[in-house]
């Protein structure tokens, strides 16, 4: 079992950054894959970044590429989504979650999700 922990949300204004930790404890060895998603309201879950644990490869969203990054803290067993450029369509709940199958940028491909961290851009 994986158990993932997300925090870092909060208020901006258009033009702020942000930056969303997910810290991950359980069978962390098994995990070939981490995400992060996010889910406005009214709208369906959608992909932001993902990271191949294993090789180190990113992958973006288009509305995303150029702004967030995807990064990982292996001692402190936390990945982090640096937010720059937050716009107001930006605005949801994020979601980190783990996959120990497949590295993949669909929901569905993933076993584990924290429980979100809300981030709220102004404009």
């Known amino acids: 079992q994986v158990q993932l922990v997300e925090s870092g949300g909060g208020l901006v204004q258009a033009g702020d950054s942000l930056r969303l930790s997910c810290y991950i404890s359980?069978?962390?060895?098994?995990?070939?894959?981490m995400g992060w998603f996010r889910q406005a309201p009214g709208k369906e879950r959608e992909f932001v970044a993902a990271?191949?644990?294993?090789?180190?490869?990113?992958d973006y969203a288009d509305s995303v590429k150029g702004r967030f990054t995807f990064s990982r803290d292996s001692a402190e067993n936390t990945v982090y989504l640096q937010m720059n450029s937050l716009k107001p369509e930006d605005s949801a709940v994020y979601f980190c979650?783990?996959?120990?199958?497949?590295?993949?940028?669909?929901?569905?491909?993933?076993?584990?999700w924290g429980r979100g961290t809300q981030a709220t851009v102004s404009s």
């Open positions: 979650a783990a996959a120990s199958r497949i590295f993949s940028n669909m929901a569905g491909g993933y076993e584990y």
């Open positions: 359980g069978r962390t060895s098994s995990i070939v894959g």
């Open positions: 990271l191949n644990m294993r090789s180190e490869f990113t």
